[in-house]
């Protein structure tokens, strides 16, 4: 048994703590961008639709959508508690890009509900295509922070980061189609079908041009792409990419729906592992560098290991409680 007077001595049962921080912020980033992705690509997807089927993507989303960005919030919360150096080092040096996101979030979560407020055609055209805006610049900035993160960027915009963003941004709509595969049916659902098959395609090649310039702008990172994990993640991003088609081909959505979360996992997984073991490159911090003090991480792990499966069985109640497809006549609310 590890005794009291140890945990300020030794790390928890001899775990490699910094190690397992730095993959479960990785993991619940993960969480986010899976979850609140969808929510991104039907905002994406709600650009072509008419205002019956608009009604039935805000009914698919609003049991999910408020839930879903709490994992953004523990995001957050994790970096700050486990690495509270990096937390500073980021924030400070993107906070123009950090308002952006939280402004583009915020417009994202307020459109739907002013949306059905009134029945007025110019109101809702505005709050339309406010969602649309919301939905759009969100995971374009959120692929933009995560390129700079990499890369150690000191400006805001960069080529990479770029072309970061409209990967994050198609991956998105990758998963808002998979969704409403499942959620959706008819024509609707064939349509959605469509859109992600193309945005699979263009996922793809975002990904491998993002993964491109990278090798090409940073020689730091070359060496990198050598690793078999760093190999391995690739080659399945491009298989999982072909699994998404041909279940989205075959009318499979389930096993589409699995391939997106793969999918999203894998491009989180090698950020993560192109990063590791270095958590802030401006500055030059390892994990192990930027990880708190023994005794307030082994606390911390302690109440993690209790309160995260509460939380995954929260969100596993909650996606069984509003399973399958929305009626056709739903709506929002």
Known sequence: MTSVGSLATKPLFGLPLAELWFALLFFIFGMFLFLDGFDFGVGVLFATRDDHEKEQLLAAVGPFWDGNEVWL????????????????????????????????????????????????????TLWGYSFVIGSTVTPFLLGLFVMNWLLGATSLITPVGVLGGLTVLTLTIVDGAAFLGLKTRGALRGEMRTYGIRAAVGYLG???????????????????????????????????????????RKRRYYAAFAATVALVFGFVGLVATLLFPVVDRTA?????????STLPLNLMSIMASVLLPIVLIYFIVLYSAFSGPVDTEGTYG
């Open 284 to 292: 030059g911090l390892t994990i192990r560098d930027a990880i708190i």
């Open 73 to 124: 919030v523990v995001f957050g919360g994790a970096l700050f508690a486990a690495f509270p150096s990096v937390y500073a080092n980021l924030f400070s040096r993107y906070y123009l890009l950090m308002f952006a996101i939280l402004a583009a979030l915020g417009l994202r979560g307020l459109a739907p509900e002013m949306y059905e407020e009134r029945e007025n055609d110019r109101w809702r």
């Open 206 to 248: 975002g990904a491998i041009i993002t993964l491109g310039a990278i090798y090409v702008t940073e020689p730091g990172l070359r060496s990198s792409f050598r690793s078999p994990t760093v190999v391995a993640l690739i080659i399945l991003t491009a298989t999982l990419t072909g699994i998404y088609v041909v279940a989205l």
